[in-house]
């Protein structure tokens, strides 16, 4: 069963924040967040393991909550570049020994100046 | 430079002929990945492969047939069984001998399959 991605589309301005939410039914071992542009290939932007530790680099950060199943994308002051698909892609214990990711349906976030 | 490439980038065939669609990888990734790609969709696992000549189908293998001869190629074939072929088709690859937990899939720049 596939995690399931909220909302499922979000327009922002320029400088505004958005939280990209991926919930799955099953226990989680990993969760891996991607970004895809219309008609290309999706670009990863993190990995986060379970014990709930958040990441980030630059206004792009992410979390991890175990007890929820639940992994959260945040974008902070948006850039017109961040406009694309975000997919969030988990593993379970079983299928992470072969690098086996379920993907959400994707969320579709639209940058405006 | 080390990477994934698909070819071709769009492909076109008649419905009753299979097409093969073709993955390479210089990164000397253990495991590689076949996945579908519909309108507005996320992506879903046909194929996947651990090791050279092994490989377990995924969640939609119906109608496709892979091969893993050698470690950097991972060929897809969309047969005439597959109903509805028309797609984006994406490859992926991963390294799975790290100590620390599942690493990252890379992806190449797909193919984009329509069936006249």
């Known amino acids: 069963q596939q995690p399931v991605q909220s909302p499922q589309a979000v327009i922002l301005r320029e400088g505004e924040d958005a939280v990209i939410n991926c919930s799955s039914s099953?226990?989680?071992?990993?969760v891996h967040w991607y970004r895809q542009k219309h008609g290309e290939a999706p670009v990863f932007l993190m990995i986060?393991?379970?014990?709930?530790e958040q990441k980030g680099h630059e206004k792009i950060s992410a979390s991890f909550n175990e007890k929820k199943q639940q992994s959260s994308l945040y974008l902070t002051a948006s850039q017109l570049s961040y406009s694309g698909t975000y997919f969030c892609g988990t593993t379970t214990a079983s299928s992470t020994s072969y690098g086996k990711l379920t993907f959400g349906q994707g969320t579709i976030l639209t940058v405006h100046p | 430079d080390g990477g994934i490439t698909q070819s071709p980038k769009y492909l076109f065939r008649k419905e009753g002929q299979n097409v093969t669609l073709s993955c390479e990888q210089n990164l000397n990734h253990d495991a590689m990945y076949w996945y579908r790609q519909d309108p507005g969709q996320g992506l879903r696992l046909i194929y996947y492969s651990q090791i050279v000549n092994d490989f377990q189908k995924g969640d939609i293998a119906e109608g496709y047939s892979v091969s893993r001869e050698k470690k950097e190629s991972f060929p897809l074939t969309v047969t005439s069984a597959q109903k509805n072929p028309t797609a984006f088709y994406l490859c992926a690859s991963t390294d799975l001998s790290g100590q620390g937990g599942p690493d990252t899939q890379y992806f190449g720049p797909g193919t984009r399959l329509t069936v006249l």
């Open positions: 099953k226990a989680l071992y990993s």
């Open positions: 986060l393991l379970k014990g709930g």
